[in-house]
């Protein structure tokens, strides 16, 4: 495992995670640089840990090699100041083992285990396939419960079984079902994130210790705040910084699919220096970007 800022506390994939965009060049080319540079302001602006190449990565529209490249420059960045986890899994399990055994080689510190999307497994399937996963690769893992986009939930029950398997130390949980994951807290030691950025105070108040976050590349610092405050026990604190990210929230994924908000927002900050992004994924219509800015003008942002 590659030495990073949250290897000696109690949360080694950290609290606070940025799903990180894949910046493209003007000609559509992975900007390296640009990602070097957006990884060290994550860090430095409260991240202790970075998804890289995930959905928001856009990595359904990258070659392996392209996907290899990321894990090696965020590793390279910082992987000395925050833990690193590849979003190197896919519905085809022998290719995920595969990208995972490079991503493995490139330094980082754990893995994003997705259910297999589109393939619609059972529920065994799941198991079967994260146990592959598993036995192949010595790597921590996360899984990555998102029906929206996968086609399946991962049950309760599955994921208490997924828990037994050492590997499988954390949950990214974007379900949006609170009964289940309380069914997922009480009966393992999984460590559980929020993948839903707007549901982070109320899943932490359930047990949950922190966030995977898109909102988080243009509000790393409130959310940090927000996260430490319900760590903390401070809900007032907590409560207050829930409300102020509602409109930032909704910005970046309220209107228009989350890497296409994320980098246009950071092309206005003066993050990126673009906003594209590979097809099927598109620019946004003038009135999305409309309602985009008015959100963030309730947020007291000027952009």
Known sequence: MASNASENTAYPFGTVLTAMVTPFT????????????????????GCDGLVVTGTTGETSTLTDEENIGMFRTVVETVGDRAAVLAGSTTNDTRHSIKLSLAAKDAGVDGILVTAPYYNKPSQAGVIAHTQAIADAVDLPIMMYDIPGRAGIAISAETLIRLADIPQVIALKDAKADYQST????????????????GLTLPLMAAGAVGVVSVSAHVATAQYRKLVDA????????????????????????????GAVAAKHILHWQGVLPNNIVRLPLCAPSDEELDA???????????L
């Open 26 to 45: 003007a000609e559509g080319e992975v900007d390296y640089e640009a990602a070097a540079k957006l990884a060290t302001k994550l860090v430095d602006d």
């Open 182 to 197: 309380t069914t997922v807290l009480a009966n393992t030691d999984l460590h559980v994130y929020s993948g839903d950025d």
């Open 230 to 257: 319900m760590l903390a026990g401070d809900l007032a604190t907590a409560r207050a910084t829930h409300f102020e990210l509602d409109p930032v929230q909704r910005a970046v994924m309220g209107h228009i699919q």
């Open 292 to 302: 985009i800015r008015a959100d963030l003008r309730e947020a007291g942002w000027d």
